[in-house]
Nanobody
Framework: QVQLVESGGGLVQPGGSLRLSCAAS????????VGWYRQAPGKQRELVAAITSGGTTNYVDSVKGRFTISRDNAKNTVYLQMNSLKPEDTAVYYC???????????????????????WGQGTQVTVSS
């Protein structure tokens, strides 16, 4: 089994910065595309930033130039650096991996198991003075 654990959220003043981390635990062989999503109260969950296994990134227009997504494959961790935070960035932030390959054991020996659409539990980001 695999888990994604987000950390780094908190309360910050407008204009401040936070760095979120999304760490995968388990016998990871590889992690494909990962996205950071957020959901504010009363609103739908939206994709904020995404990064492919090759490092290609995409951002929603509202965070371009302020947020940076990156990954450390050796640590099985994806980061979201958030600068110049605004009150409208307040939300629960979730990470999602579309595909994770795991090293597992079968009756005939070592094998690879695929986990699809894996979500973390979320971390709260509050931007307020």
């Amino acid at each position: 089994q695999v888990q994604l654990v987000e950390s780094g959220g908190g309360l910050v003043q407008p204009g401040g910065s936070l760095r979120l981390s999304c760490a995968a635990s388990g016998s990871i062989r590889s992690i494909y595309a990962v996205g950071w999503y957020r959901q504010a109260p009363g609103k739908q969950r939206e994709l904020v930033a995404a990064i492919t296994s090759g490092g290609t990134t995409n951002y929603v227009d509202s965070v371009k130039g302020r947020f940076t997504i990156s990954r450390d494959n050796a640590k099985n961790t994806v980061y979201l650096q958030m600068n110049s935070l605004k009150p409208e960035d307040t939300a629960v932030y979730y990470c999602n991996a579309d595909l994770i390959l795991l090293a597992t054991m079968s009756l005939v020996g070592p094998t690879t198991t695929a986990e699809y659409d894996v979500w973390g539990q979320g971390t709260q980001v509050t931007v307020s003075s």
